[in-house]
């Protein structure tokens, strides 16, 4: 059987459909210095030989697996240096392969949980899996949402106690509603020293306690017990982007608040530093504004 025309060297157009490339991509490699001129015909256009070629299916085959341009350069001049450059690939491609598995769970989450809840951390997830439908409301997701990013999953999870206590009582939700309607009027027109924003901060410590008792007495808090356990005994594993301190995430989350609610909002917190002391509240749960 004859063999097929064998040419002794090739155009540019032949050596990028046999390496299955792009001529724009040789000309790439010959204007970076990854792939040498090669010699030029009568008609001064490139032809490649079989010693280009090669070189251009090494190139190629690197380039597939994921090793940079550079990197193929520095391995061609040093074979030892494609080993480094394929230890790093590999911690490269293991870090993404990570990144899409927490996709992938994050799909699963939404589509066996629902949005918005199933965007918060499994561990927030997990503690509301068993309210009924619309007993969480959209602010309260919010709240939650913003509170893993100050505090982490463990904060909002904590918090998420909060919630679960304020859906199941009637009369604690009624109450929250009217506080925070209260403190949405202490606007730029109230001043700092009004009396009415002592108290009101002492009708919000009162509430905060009035919540801390129902989670005690609902037994919420010996789940959160076993969470925390169950914390302590895997350190380090919602490590990942750096986080701020919560106090950095506070001061750069904007709420708009006026200098009576900011005032406001510092007396809450002394008066819930009192009463902790007293031992009248769990110093545990977060609160963000």
């Known amino acids: 059987m004859p063999l097929p025309a064998i040419p002794r060297r090739v155009k540019i157009g032949d050596a990028a459909a046999f390496a299955g490339t792009t001529p724009r991509a040789i000309r790439h490699y010959h204007a970076i210095g990854l792939l040498p001129e ?5 008609d001064d256009r490139r032809r490649y ?9 090494w190139i190629r085959a690197m380039a597939d697996a994921g090793v ?7 391995a061609f001049e040093d074979t030892s240096g494609i080993e480094r450059s394929l230890a790093r690939l590999e911690e490269s491609l293991a870090s993404k392969a990570a990144a899409v598995e927490a996709q992938r769970a994050a799909v699963h989450r939404l589509r066996e949980v629902g949005s918005p809840l199933g965007l918060l951390s499994p561990l927030v997830t997990g503690r ?21 990013r100050v505090f ?8 998420a106690d909060r919630f679960i206590v304020l859906a199941t009582h009637p009369e ?21 020293d009004d009396p009415r924003v002592e108290d009101l901060a002492a009708q919000r410590c009162a509430h905060e306690t009035a919540l801390a008792a129902a989670i005690e007495a609902s037994g919420l808090e010996e789940a959160l017990d076993a969470l925390l ?25 904007p709420y708009d608040f006026s200098p009576a609610r900011v005032r406001y909002e510092e007396r809450v917190l002394a008066l819930l530093h009192s009463a902790d ?6 110093p545990r749960t977060p609160r963000t504004c």
């Open 49 to 57: 030989g079989y010693d280009d070629m090669v070189r251009l299916l």
């Open 38 to 42: 090669p010699e030029r015909g009568s």
């Open 172 to 192: 604690l939700r009624a109450e929250e509603d009217r506080l925070t309607e209260a403190e949405a009027a202490l606007d730029d027109t109230v001043s700092p």
């Open 128 to 148: 509301l899996r068993g309210l009924p439908p619309g007993a969480l409301r959209s602010g309260d997701l919010d709240t939650l949402l913003v509170t893993e």
């Open 152 to 159: 982490g999953p463990l904060g909002a999870a904590v918090q």
């Open 68 to 74: 940079s341009l550079d990197d193929v350069r520095a």
């Open 277 to 282: 002391q007293d031992g009248d509240t769990d």
């Open 229 to 253: 356990d169950q914390e302590d005994e895997h350190p380090g594993e919602e490590e990942g982007e750096p986080r701020m301190s919560p106090m950095e995430a506070i001061g750069k989350m």
